[in-house]
């Protein structure tokens, strides 16, 4: 089992940048795939990025591509989210997720592990 907790959340006027932490613990950390997401007030939970267990692997919603950058160092357990030239749409409670498998998840069902989550809020 692991757990996450991200931080790195807070308010940004729009074209700032942000960079949210997810530090895990528990089993090795390299095992897991690991994911962000996020979910807006009224909205479902959606895939922002994805990375694989070695970091070799990355995928990106086509709304962040280009802007947020996702990373991971296996030696500090830790997984980032670099996010540039933010808007207002992307406002949203931001969560760290992992998933016991080598290959990216894209959708919320295919991990196993969560954080408590972390509030973006981007001001026009």
């Known amino acids: 089992q692991v757990q996450l907790v991200e931080s790195g959340g807070g308010l940004v006027q729009a074209g700032g940048s942000l960079r949210l932490s997810c530090a895990a613990s528990?089993?090795?950390?390299?095992?897991?795939?690991m994911g962000w997401f996020r979910q807006a007030p009224g909205k479902e939970r959606e895939f922002v990025a994805a990375?694989?267990?070695?970091?070799?692997?990355?995928s990106y919603a086509d709304v962040v591509k280009g802007r947020f950058t996702i990373s991971r160092d296996n030696a500090k357990n830790t997984v980032l989210l670099q996010m540039n030239s933010l808007k207002p749409e992307d406002t949203a409670v931001y969560y760290c997720?992992?998933?016991?498998?080598?290959?990216?998840?894209?959708?919320?069902?295919?991990?196993?592990?969560w954080g408590q989550g972390t509030q973006v809020t981007v001001s026009s």
């Open positions: 997720a992992a998933r016991g498998n080598s290959g990216l998840g894209l959708s919320d069902h295919q991990y196993n592990y």
């Open positions: 528990g089993r090795t950390f390299s095992s897991y795939a």
């Open positions: 990375m694989s267990r070695t970091g070799s692997t990355t």
